[in-house]
């Protein structure tokens, strides 16, 4: 059985994000407390000095490439079986961590591989718990409630086919099942979704938290909006896509879902 002292948030920062606080705090304030790291490929006196404020170990990644790389480095600094990839920019209910223990207990210690919650976004400082994108990810991710359902390849392959509904700062990966240095890293905006796609050949369950645990934040600076200004994740997206259809079918599904991810662009 999983415990506190079993698992590790790792808050990946960036740079000198004004958010990067209010998320250590969220972390900090879970109401079953496990090891907090703050990792950074790019040091600077601001992370050094929040991480000081609230007592938190830093490490730093010598060798920045993309998103993947940074993750791959967090994580594998972490001691802990259960590993979550914070993103500098969201916030955790306080009842996060204790939910993802229950959800990975309901099963043997291998039998996990990744648990995710549902979320909610926050949109230049709004709230936004319910919108046509949340509703169409939330029955994308119905199946994975089901332990009947949540341990089969088709069906994990089946519903990403259809785009990554997976929130990937709302993700719990059990490193004692999965091994180090799992993140794709091949890719610059989508390497959470390949790496879903590339576990979705494992033996073993996707385990989905039908609550919004996480505030997941959009605004105008963010790296989702850059990469979408820039048109980096469409192109990603169908090379994924061609990896789980035929390219002509590939091309039809990314113009549907490439068209509703730019909808989180909010310059």
């Not at 004692?176 to 794709?184: K, V, W």
Request: negative net charge; contains cysteine.
């Amino acid at each position: 059985m999983f415990t506190p002292e079993d698992h590790t948030f790792v808050v990946c920062a960036y740079k000198e994000n004004p958010f990067l606080s209010e998320t250590i705090e969220s972390v900090l304030a879970q109401t079953v407390h496990s090891e907090i790291i703050v990792s950074t490929s790019t040091p600077c006196d601001y992370i050094t000095s929040i991480c000081k404020q609230h007592n938190v170990l830093l490490v730093v990644n010598p060798l920045p490439h993309y998103a993947g790389d940074d993750w791959n480095y967090g994580y594998d600094s972490a001691d802990t079986p259960l590993v979550t990839i914070v993103h500098q920019d969201d916030i955790y209910d306080p009842s996060f961590l204790s939910e993802v223990l229950a959800a990975y207990n309901l099963f043997s210690e291998s039998e996990t591989l990744i648990s995710f919650s549902d979320y909610y976004e926050i949109r230049n400082g709004s709230i936004c718990r319910d919108s046509t994108l949340l509703r169409i990810k939330r029955l994308m991710n119905a199946p994975f409630k089901t332990s009947f359902l949540n341990g089969m390849g088709t069906i994990k392959r089946t519903v990403l086919r259809f785009g990554c509904p997976i929130c990937c700062p709302a993700v719990t990966l059990n490193k004692g099942r999965l091994g180090s240095s799992i993140f794709d890293t091949s890719l610059k905006d989508s390497c959470d979704y390949k790496t879903w796609v590339n576990l979705s050949f494992k033996r073993g369950r996707f385990v989905y938290i039908d609550k919004q645990l996480v505030g997941h934040r959009i605004y105008s600076e963010s790296a989702t909006s850059n990469n979408l200004r820039e048109n980096i994740r469409t192109g990603e997206t169908l090379a994924i896509l061609e990896m789980l259809w035929p390219k002509p079918i590939a091309r039809l599904v990314n113009r549907f879902y490439s068209h509703s991810e730019k909808l989180n662009d909010v310059s």
